[in-house]
């Protein structure tokens, strides 16, 4: 039965449907059509190799609550065009493999697990944390394939528009002038090096003792750099601090590499595979102030009384460009708008459409109107040498400030339990590095007598 006739059906005699009838599994006959109905995409490179290495994970993780109900055959729907164009491959960086087995790294993700806001149900949480997800991802990531507006009705370029995602690889894509002109992104290695301007290397006396840049080069002028820190993966980790903070929660989880070395390895280790999970690391993850965005998402933040005032508190999606990448410009009132905040809202409404799932208050779909920035919430934020004591013949400590820093305190009054639960082994990592580089905090023997202890 075509979704023409059933709308004439439905007109005809005054029938209501279910929110959800033509969603998720069923969302192929229904208003949000199918993979198939779309244009196809453009291609770039040659297509996945006949022989790979395809995803693994060394510790064989349990399969997460996420695959009950997100199934392979809705991720290659809403996902056609990812890779360049050429479609899920387990051969290349976006696969339903992939993203099952980063999303096993992260069990809270797409689940109803430790969500305690009675907004929504459960069933309606582990969508929206969906939606909010690949809605960044088609911004960060995505097609973004404005003619088909232009080529289609409204619905129906919207259906296409947005399963564009994961289909560029690397920042500036499909061909990135951070590469090769001659290896322009168009393979996962061709990342492994870069020009001047794909370094991102950020640099202080602190960033630099933690996260230091690999300053290794190749005999290739065109580019020569190996310690290149732009935007990899499906949200686009980037930069020396975040490489380097993903790396050190992969040692945790049992899982060594050297990204601050080859950076590259995000797009191509594949046991396990690191471009979703680095995003999926990234989506999880708070770095105070900020807190997670799927923390947001499912309420498990404090948004401080004036914010919540104002209707911005609870399981909201709003906040979340304000992380990724500081966007807070609202939504266009045409489609499919420019980037920025306004793509990512939009997105967030047609992957919430898909799976039947709620968007949320519309005010607070933006960050525009939120009184407080997540910045300026009072709160502590980082370990810092205890100033109050280090003028002291006695140890060296280390308090909660409330400023920000790369070694962090997770306020119990604002972070899930889990976090702060981090908070002891955060602060001896941060006596330690008193007594390994006092000076980057401006400290010496003679005026922090402590380091004399």
């Not at 976090?419 to 000076?439: G, H």
């Amino acid at each position: 039965m075509s979704a023409q006739f059933v709308a004439f059906l439905l007109i005809a005699f005054n029938l209501s449907l279910p929110a959800n009838a033509f969603n998720g599994a069923n969302a192929s006959v229904g208003l949000f059509g199918n993979a198939s109905s779309c244009p196809k995409a453009a291609k770039f490179g040659k297509g996945p190799p006949k022989s790979c290495t395809i995803p693994s994970d060394p510790n064989n993780k349990p399969a997460s609550q996420l695959e009950s109900w997100f199934t392979r055959e809705m991720f290659e729907d809403l996902f056609p065009f990812a890779n360049l164009g050429w479609g899920p491959s387990s051969c290349w960086p976006y696969s339903y493999d992939a993203f099952k087995i980063a999303s096993r790294y992260f069990p809270e993700f797409g689940t109803s697990l430790n969500v305690n806001n009675t907004v929504y149900t459960a069933d309606e949480n582990k969508k929206r944390d969906l939606a909010a997800f690949f809605a960044h991802a088609i911004q960060e990531t995505g097609e973004n394939n404005n003619y088909l507006y232009t080529a289609l009705p409204d619905q129906e370029a919207s259906n296409c528009f947005y399963r564009g995602g994961f289909y560029n690889w690397f920042e500036g894509g499909p061909s990135s002038n951070f590469l090769n002109p001659e290896t322009p992104g168009h393979s996962p290695t061709d990342g492994n090096s870069c020009t001047s301007a794909g370094r991102y290397c950020s640099a202080s006396d602190q960033i630099t003792f933690f996260y230091p840049c690999s300053n290794s080069t190749i005999s290739n002028p065109a580019a020569p750099y190996k310690g290149c820190y732009f935007g990899r993966g499906g949200i686009q980790i980037s930069y020396n601090y975040n490489y380097g903070q993903f790396q050190d929660w992969l040692k945790s989880v049992n899982i060594t590499v050297d990204l601050l070395k080859e950076p590259n390895l995000v797009m191509t280790k594949m046991d396990p595979p690191l471009a979703i999970m680095a995003s999926l690391w990234f989506y999880m993850t708070p770095q105070p102030p900020k807190p997670a965005m799927h923390d947001i998402l499912m309420g498990n933040w404090n948004s401080g009384a004036q914010n919540s005032a104002a209707g911005y508190d609870g399981p909201i999606f709003g906040p979340t460009s304000l992380i990724i990448n500081n966007e807070c410009s609202g939504e266009d009132s045409k489609n499919p708008g420019g980037p920025g905040e306004s793509r990512r809202i939009k997105a967030f409404k047609w992957f919430n459409g898909y799976f039947g799932s709620p968007v949320g208050p519309e005010h607070t779909l933006s960050c525009g109107k939120m009184p407080v920035k997540l910045n300026a919430i009072p709160h502590y934020q980082s370990y810092q040498p205890d100033w109050s004591s280090s003028w002291k013949p006695e140890r060296c400590d280390c308090a909660p400030a409330s400023y920000g820093g790369l070694v962090y305190y997770f306020d119990p009054n604002y972070y899930p339990a889990s976090f702060v639960a981090q908070n002891d082994l955060n602060r001896k990592k941060c006596i330690e590095t008193v007594y390994a580089n006092p000076s980057m905090y401006f400290m010496d023997k003679k005026n922090s007598l402590c380091l004399n202890y």
